[in-house]
């Protein structure tokens, strides 16, 4: 099958495609600006999801498309949603077998900030465009020298801060089981999957694991949401519902990935063995 990949040089795509070309053939969507060494023993072609035009060209001959690219920043929503409306209809147009799309469990949040809207939007978008499509929702994702959005509470100085009282239960799944659904999910037709690691675990107890795993002794803040509310309405470095969200339990079901894609994610506490906090903490996230 001949694959492209949107986001092919972020942090899942560059793993992701070396999974895939396994089996199958891959071929890369990138910006010429981008950092391309990622890939460069693979096909490219060179374009921008904005630009309509390149898509429709790089979607000619192509089985199936694995939609990655994206922007988590806030306010780049219609960056995401244009784009990946560009990359529904260049597949429509070009008669693409499969689209593959990589949304968010933000996406099933009861308090959907924009980045989780816009996400929803784009899975409906697919599921009425008459492509055949899956659907894969992952959690909080974390790799051997990336941390994600723990890593950012960690490495914060002389203290580590938990918003609200921390017991609001995460699924955080590591970027190999990621990588490894998406490759099975090549296979499969009109699926929707939650890709989370095997057990929910308290935002407190991930905070416990890791201070004993890596050895740090700073104590743990928690900081109030009335405070974080009142701080962030005149910074407002997330959203209100965002906010909100990040302090509600994961709504994540792998019944359906260990059932069908065969995948039994690991534990957080198994998957934090591997990772070089070090390398975390001088690296840029992604690299």
Request: aromatic share 8%; charged share 25%; with cysteine.
């Amino acid at each position: 099958m001949k694959i492209l990949v949107t986001g092919a040089t972020g942090f899942i795509g560059r793993i992701l495609i070396e999974k895939l070309a396994k089996k199958h053939k891959v071929v890369c969507f990138v910006r010429k600006e981008s950092n391309n060494s990622a890939v460069e023993k693979f096909e490219k072609v060179y374009g921008d999801i904005l630009d309509k035009n390149s898509l429709l060209e790089a979607t000619k001959k192509i089985d199936a498309v694995i939609h990655l690219a994206t922007s988590h920043q806030q306010g780049n929503e219609d960056f995401n949603f244009i784009g990946s409306r560009n990359v529904i209809e260049a597949c429509k147009e070009n008669k693409v077998k499969k689209l593959i799309f990589i949304s968010s469990m933000a996406a099933k949040r009861a308090s959907l900030d924009d980045y989780g809207k816009t996400k929803l939007k784009i899975e409906n978008l697919i599921k009425e465009s008459g492509l055949n499509y899956v659907i894969l929702r992952p959690s909080i994702i974390y790799s051997d020298n990336n941390l994600s959005l723990i890593g950012k509470s960690l490495k914060t100085p002389l203290f580590i801060p938990v918003i609200g009282n921390g017991n609001y239960k995460l699924n955080p799944v590591h970027i190999n089981d990621v990588a490894e659904a998406i490759t099975r999910a090549v296979e499969k037709k009109n699926k929707e999957y939650d890709v989370a690691g095997a057990e929910k675990i308290s935002f407190n107890d991930i905070i416990k694991l890791c201070k004993q795993q890596f050895n740090i002794k700073k104590p743990v803040i928690h900081v109030p949401i009335f405070i974080c509310l009142a701080v962030f309405k005149f910074f407002p470095v997330i959203s209100k519902e965002a906010l909100k969200g990040m302090n509600e339990d994961t709504n994540a079901d792998i019944s359906l990935l260990k059932k069908d894609l065969k995948i039994n994610p690991i534990s957080f506490q198994e998957g934090i063995k591997n990772v070089n906090l070090w390398k975390y903490f001088i690296k840029k996230p992604g690299n």
